[in-house]
C-alpha cells in the first residue's frame, strides 16, 4: 500500500531564499538550471474597495516570492478590489485591456514569473449591452503575455440565514467553457475559481485533460471557510491526484465583510504541505511532478474509473 512521502508544512515566509542568476536583476534561475524542484508562492491578502492600496500590497508579495526564487505567483479571487456592494463593484471594474491588468503584466515582466490571478472583475466585451462584469482567472507569462483567461461558471448564490448572503449572479456573467489545462514551469495548470470548488466535475475534466496542479483562488467567508475550506480542497487533491494550489483573502475587506483565509497548498496524497497563518502574506510549496506520477502510478484510480456505468466527467472542447 502506497505511504505518503512525509512533508512538513511550510508556514509563511519559511522558505530559504534561492540563489538568483547573474541574469536581470529580480529573476530567478530556472528549476532545472538551478536542480530544482519548481517553487510555487500563494499569496494571502486583504483586498479592500481602494484599487491603489491593493496593488501595491499584491506587488509586495510578488516581488518578495520572485526574490526567493518562486517559478509562480498565485493570487487570491478579488485581488483588484472587494466592493461594498454591487454597484460599487460594477464601476470599479475594467477589461483585460485597461490600466491594471498592464501594471500586472509589467510586474511579471520586471519579476520574471508567472502570475496567476483569480479572480479580476473583467469588463467584457459585452459590457456596453449587459451591464454585468465576468468574474476572470487570468494567467500572465513572464513576458507578461495573457496566456489563459478563465471565467467563473459557478457564481455564487448563497444565503445561510442570519450568517452569509450572497448573490454574485445578480451583476456577473457565468462563463461558458473550461480551458484546457496550461503548461508552466511548475507542471500543467488547470484554472477554476472559488465556487467552482464545490464542484468536482470541474477538477475531473481537467484532470482527464492532463492538469497536475489545480488552482482555486478565493474568497471564502468565515462560516463557509471554517466548515468546508480545507476538507474540499483535500478532497479535490486526492480525487483528482493533482496538487491544488489555493490563494485566499484573508480579515476584514470593509465593514460588511471578512473573509477566512488560510491559503494552502495540497499534494496528491491529501497533505496540506503548506499553508499561510492569519492576514496577509505568503507560503511556499515545492511542486514535485515525480512524486505526483508515483501516487497516480501505485493508485491508478484515473484507470479504474467504469464510464460503462456512470459515464464520462469531460467537458467540451477538452481532450482526454
Known amino acids: ?44 491578502v486583504t483586498s479592500t474597495p481602494d484599487k491603489e492600496l491593493n496593488f501595491a500590497a499584491c506587488a509586495g508579495l510578488v516581488r518578495e516570492a520572485a526574490g526567493r526564487g518562486a517559478a509562480i505567483v498565485f493570487l487570491p479571487e478579488g485581488f483588484d478590489y472587494i466592493g461594498r456592494d454591487a454597484a460599487q463593484t ?10 491594471l491588468m498592464g501594471r500586472y503584466a509589467h510586474l511579471a515582466r520586471d519579476c520574471g514569473v508567472w502570475l496567476s490571478l483569480g479572480g479580476f472583475h473583467e469588463r467584457g466585451q459585452d459590457w456596453p449591452v449587459t451591464r454585468r462584469i465576468y468574474n476572470c482567472h487570468a494567467l500572465l507569462d513572464p ?64 484532470r482527464r485533460a492532463g492538469a497536475e496542479i489545480l488552482t482555486y483562488p478565493s474568497a471564502f467567508t468565515v462560516p463557509t471557510g471554517s466548515a468546508h475550506w480545507e ?45 499561510c497563518r492569519e492576514g496577509p502574506g505568503l507560503c511556499y510549496a515545492e511542486i514535485d511532478l515525480d512524486y505526483l506520477h508515483r501516487v497516480r502510478r501505485e493508485m491508478p484510480v484515473q484507470g479504474h474509473r467504469r464510464p460503462d456505468l456512470y459515464g464520462t466527467v469531460a467537458a467540451a472542447g477538452l481532450a482526454p
Open 1 to 44: 500500500m502506497l505511504s505518503a512521502v512525509p512533508r512538513s508544512p511550510l508556514r509563511c515566509l519559511c522558505t530559504p531564499k534561492r540563489p538568483h542568476g547573474s541574469g536581470t536583476p529580480g529573476r530567478s534561475p530556472s528549476p532545472a538550471m538551478a536542480g530544482l524542484k519548481p517553487l510555487v508562492a500563494v499569496g494571502q
Open 90 to 99: 460594477l464601476s470599479l471594474a475594467e477589461g483585460l485591456d485597461g490600466d
Open 143 to 206: 513576458a507578461g503575455r495573457l496566456v489563459a483567461a478563465y471565467r467563473k461558471t459557478h457564481l455564487c448564490d448563497v444565503e445561510l440565514e442570519g450568517r452569509v448572503t450572497m448573490k454574485e449572479s445578480g451583476f456577473t456573467n457565468p462563463g461558458t467553457e473550461i480551458l484546457a489545462p496550461v503548461s508552466t514551469p511548475a507542471g500543467k495548470l488547470g484554472l477554476s475559481i472559488c465556487y467552482d470548488l464545490r464542484f468536482p466535475e470541474i477538477s475531473l475534466a481537467l
Open 231 to 275: 476538507v474540499l480542497l483535500r478532497a479535490r487533491a486526492i480525487e483528482s491526484q493533482c496538487y491544488v494550489v489555493a490563494a485566499a483573502q484573508s480579515g476584514k475587506n470593509h465593514e460588511s465583510r471578512t473573509s477566512y483565509g488560510h491559503s494552502l497548498v495540497v499534494d496528491p496524497w491529501g497533505a496540506v504541505v503548506a499553508q
